[in-house]
């Protein structure tokens, strides 16, 4: 496949995802959508008068100097609801969709400003002169090119929805404006965003995908100006950097939400363009995220000891108060997408379903309207107040998952992303339309049945994710047992004759596993003979229970405490960590935990520990007893 811009060889992804409409989600993650797209996406936006859409109209963006974020929640609610409109066939919340783009669109300004800001704040005006901050901030604060890259995502999705070509017209004219902007105005878009530019270079996402819609090659260009500048800049140098082996949070100020959206750019990049630059540095941070910077639950997490909540801390930290922001959980689904995408490898799969099973759904509220802006893995659930970003980005990530949850290969399969009760009809050349339905109770139980219905009987490859955690899985096709062991990165590949009838059965057993994290301080010293010497100064222990793709929490010890010293027995662990069987009025079952000197513990699903209403505490990690002081 070569470039249609400049000849230079683009990336043919492993994977072409499902569309929304192709999938019918259901159980645990099915339910989360209905009840966002019943909720939230129904309610908060329906029309130009929604406070949300008043933010753009004249009146107030004529004197708009404020600097806030608020104009985002329009493009990020028309790329959630349009998504939803599109899988549900739901003729209102079309309307809407439909009513808000139109009356954004009119709102345009001739040279293609959508934004809802002042004259004099707009990000085509040069800056002045940025005085030093802790949050590498503008010196007039802007969110200004943030809010157009939502916007173009969300304007691409109407299109696609509504198949209506000024919508897609609107968004190219926001890129000609920023590519204006930065080209000939001469304005360098890390003046233009805090965190040294970070929150304005995020228009690498957006203006890629416009090369991916149009075939435009000024969108790509336009694209790799950013990347270019993003570099240029010191205290960001986003590819030098990540090249480099920088830490996270050595990156700008290691703005979580941020970084990752970057690197969704960087990736999206990459495929446009296969310059290995831009996946070296998306690999690298990728793996640094994932072995330093991870919550169990899968999110994003940081902000110990620092001005900002939502900054990674330095590799190595660890506390179980830290912060896990809803946005950060989006932006980290959509990196983990854009790789499985490209490469097809299991272990993005794996931590996008981690991630939703745990960090997003723990961030929700049952009436699909009300989203934790912070969630820890120790602490109390807040449901956040109305303008905060969050509550948006649940949204719109929880309409990610339906089209990561199949995928057709590029050697002419099909392949199954996330488990959980759900079905998908696909075009396979060979086989006509095949449907795949899962029955089963996961993330609850880890027996599933696949229903495999080909519109005609043709040989092509069905690929099962074996995740990371699941050991000794087995796999039967029509009750025959086949071999178990998973192939390349954690997937196994059944290439045979399909017909209508056919079934796979594949269990994944389930125990509860006990895991251990470290807070501890090491002083440097010299011996009196010049040789090094290490001594521990501070030691602090902690365990924590997940059960296949579930992270389990319990609520406040004894009712009122917010800790526990454990002292865990030298018995084998299923003696006294033990799985329950489900309550009738319950998803999913508790584990106990009996450690023979106390009451015992109870565990639930860290989505639900607590009932899942404002106020609510979880307990996730608990403190371990310490070992015995060594001499001095």
Same mark, same amino acid.
């Given at each position: 496949m070569r470039d249609r811009a400049e000849g230079r060889q683009s990336v043919k992804p492993y994977l072409q995802l499902a569309s929304p409409q192709q999938v019918k989600m259901e159980g645990l993650l099915g339910q989360a959508l209905e009840a966002s797209r019943g909720g939230r996406l129904s309610h908060f936006i329906v029309d130009e008068h929604s406070p949300a859409i008043a933010v753009f109209h004249p009146e107030h963006t004529q004197q708009n100097s404020e600097g806030d974020w608020y104009g985002e929640h329009a493009g990020k609610w028309l790329y959630a609801a349009a998504r939803a409109a599109l899988r549900s066939d739901d003729p209102p919340l079309r309307a809407s969709v439909r009513r808000v783009a139109d009356y954004l669109i009119a709102r345009q300004d001739a040279d293609g400003y959508l934004g809802n800001y002042a004259p004099e704040r707009r990000f085509m005006r040069k800056q002045p002169p940025k005085p030093v901050s802790w949050d590498g901030a503008p010196a007039l604060r802007t969110w200004d090119i943030w809010t157009h890259s939502y916007l173009i995502l969300g304007l691409l999705e109407a299109h696609r929805l509504l198949d209506e070509p000024g919508y897609l017209q609107a968004a190219c004219r926001i890129g000609d404006l920023c590519w204006q902007t930065l080209t000939e105005g001469g304005i360098d878009i890390t003046t233009l965003g805090n965190h040294h530019g970070m929150s304005a270079t995020v228009l690498m996402d957006p203006a890629t995908e416009l090369y991916f819609v149009t075939g435009e090659r000024r969108y790509l260009q336009l694209a790799e100006r950013v990347a270019e500048q993003a570099n240029g800049e010191p205290m960001l140098a986003l590819l030098d950097r990540a090249l480099a082996g920088a830490d996270a949070s050595e990156i700008a100020t290691g703005k979580a939400y941020q970084l990752c959206w970057n690197l969704v750019g960087l990736a999206k990049l990459y495929r446009a363009t296969g310059d290995a630059r831009y996946r070296q540095a998306v690999d690298h941070l990728w793996q640094n995220i994932g072995q330093h910077h991870l919550s169990l639950g899968g999110g994003p997490w940081g902000g110990v000891a620092h001005r900002s909540r939502e900054v990674f801390n330095p590799a190595g930290t660890f506390h179980p108060q830290a912060y896990v922001e809803t946005c950060s959980v989006l932006a980290w689904i959509q990196l983990n997408r854009e790789l499985l995408r490209i490469t097809g490898q299991a272990r993005y799969a794996d931590e996008i379903e981690r991630s939703a099973y745990n960090d997003l759904l723990g961030a929700l509220a049952p009436d699909g309207q009300d989203w934790c802006y912070y969630s820890f893995p120790n602490g109390q659930r807040v449901h956040t107040t109305y303008w905060r970003c969050c509550k948006s980005s649940g949204a719109m990530a929880l309409e990610e998952l339906p089209a990561i949850a199949y995928a057709l290969t590029a050697d002419g399969g099909v392949q199954v992303n996330l488990y959980g009760e759900s079905?998908?009809?696909?075009?396979?050349?060979?086989?006509?339309?095949?449907?795949?339905?899962?029955? %089963?109770?996961?993330?609850?139980?880890?027996?599933? &049945?696949?229903?495999?219905?080909?519109?005609?009987?043709?040989?092509?490859?069905? #690929? $099962?994710?074996?995740?990371?955690?699941? &050991?000794?899985? %087995?796999?039967?096709?029509?009750?025959?047992? *086949?071999?178990?062991? @998973?192939?390349?990165?954690?997937?196994?590949? $059944?290439?045979?004759?399909?017909?209508?009838?056919?079934?796979?059965? $594949?269990? +994944?057993?389930?125990?509860?596993? +006990?895991?251990? #994290?470290?807070? #501890?301080?090491?002083?440097?010293?010299?011996?009196?003979?010049?040789?090094?010497?290490?001594?521990?100064?501070?030691? /602090?222990?902690?365990?924590?229970?997940?059960? =296949?793709?579930?992270? /389990?929490? %319990?609520?406040?010890?004894?009712?009122?405490?917010?800790?526990?010293?454990?002292?865990?027995?030298?018995?084998?662990?299923?003696?006294?960590?033990?799985?329950?069987?489900?309550? @009738?009025?319950?998803?999913? @079952?508790?584990?106990? *935990?009996?450690?023979?000197?106390?009451?015992?513990?109870?565990?639930?699903?860290? /989505?639900?520990? =607590?009932?899942?209403? &404002?106020?609510?505490?979880?307990?996730?990690w608990l403190s371990l007893a310490p070992e015995p002081a060594a001499q001095p």
């Open positions: 079905s998908a009809t696909l075009p396979l050349a060979s086989a006509g339309q095949v449907r795949l339905r899962q029955r %089963t109770g996961y993330p609850f139980a880890g027996r599933i &049945h696949i229903e495999v219905e080909p519109e005609r009987p043709a040989r092509f490859p069905l #690929r $099962l994710r074996i995740p990371s955690w699941a &050991h000794q899985a %087995t796999i039967a096709i029509n009750g025959v047992a *086949m071999e178990p062991a @998973a192939g390349e990165d954690g997937w196994v590949q $059944l290439t045979r004759d399909w017909q209508a009838g056919d079934a796979v059965e $594949l269990a +994944l057993p389930m125990q509860p596993q +006990l895991h251990r #994290r470290l807070n #501890r301080n090491v002083q440097e010293s010299r011996a009196p003979d010049g040789s090094p010497v290490a001594q521990q100064v501070l030691r /602090y222990e902690y365990a924590a229970v997940t059960c =296949g793709p579930l992270v /389990y929490s %319990t609520g406040l010890i004894d009712g009122f405490k917010f800790d526990e010293t454990l002292k865990l027995p030298e018995r084998p662990l299923q003696d006294w960590l033990q799985l329950l069987p489900a309550a @009738a009025d319950e998803q999913g @079952a508790a584990i106990r *935990m009996d450690l023979g000197y106390r009451a015992p513990l109870l565990f639930s699903p860290y /989505y639900r520990t =607590g009932g899942r209403h &404002h106020g609510a505490w979880r307990l996730t």
